[in-house]
């Protein structure tokens, strides 16, 4: 079992529309948690980070995190042409020093 | 401010070779990581320095892999005796607290 999971995509929505993407991860221990976007060629940049049980709403971007579930997921609405990209989900455990485990990413394109 | 730079941004190498290559972090930045992502896939940790010191090299694969931090800021991947599975874009991260901010990577490839 990987780490981090997420549905390789891709994932095709029209514009205006609401993405709704996914991640698992297997260590309970867990304590960071963050999405980051990754044009192709380039490097990831982070949108948004969450640490706690629930919502976190950035603009258009919503991340939602379930630790008993062991679940974090990111809506985007009023999907953009712009937003196509690989999303990557990222986890942090306790006392890890920030290191990283990643998911493989989604591949997200959004349809004018 | 400036960003993460990282050198050479392409690297074309021969099995066998060594190479460095090189990252340069946020002014300030104490906590620097070094990632692999090979195509399709999410970036692999490699290494983190908090200052000068390795704090976990848990994700080098093997000891072809080397890195240094010496004064704290600028660091260098060294691979020896490269292998075709080396081929990847490396990337470079540095962070003062949770967020990390990722360099361009380096595109090595090995022939």
């Known amino acids: 079992q990987k780490e981090v999971e997420q549905n390789s995509g891709p994932l095709s929505v029209p514009e205006g529309a609401i993405a709704s993407l996914n991640c698992t991860y297997s260590?309970?221990?867990?304590?960071?948690f963050f999405w980051y976007r990754q044009y192709s060629g380039k490097s990831p940049e982070l949108i948004m980070s969450?640490?706690?049980?629930g919502d976190k709403e950035d603009g258009r971007f919503t991340a939602q995190l379930n630790k008993a579930s062991q679940y974090v997921s990111l809506l985007i609405r009023d999907s953009q042409p712009s937003d196509s990209a690989t999303y990557l989900c990222?986890?942090?455990?306790?006392?890890?020093?920030?290191?990283?485990?990643f998911g493989q990413g989604t591949e997200l394109s959004v349809k004018p | 401010g400036a960003g993460v730079s990282q050198t050479p941004s392409n690297k074309v190498t021969e099995k066998g070779k060594y190479v460095e290559l090189r990252c340069d972090p946020i002014?300030?930045?104490?906590?620097l990581y070094w990632y692999r992502q090979s195509l399709g896939q999410g970036p692999e940790f490699l290494i983190y320095?908090?200052?000068?010191?390795?704090?976990?090299d848990s994700g080098l694969p093997n000891d072809r892999f080397f890195a240094v931090r010496p004064e704290g800021s600028v660091s260098t991947l060294k691979i020896q005796r490269t292998e075709r599975g080396d081929s990847a874009v490396y990337l470079c991260?540095?962070?003062?607290?949770?967020?990390?901010?990722f360099g361009p990577g380096t595109r090595l490839t090995v022939l």
């Open positions: 991260a540095s962070s003062l607290g949770d967020t990390q901010y």
């Open positions: 260590d309970r221990g867990s304590q960071s």
């Open positions: 002014s300030g930045h104490t906590a």
């Open positions: 320095f908090q200052g000068t010191g390795a704090a976990d």
């Open positions: 990222a986890v942090a455990g306790y006392n890890q020093g920030g290191k990283l485990i």
């Open positions: 969450i640490y706690s049980n």
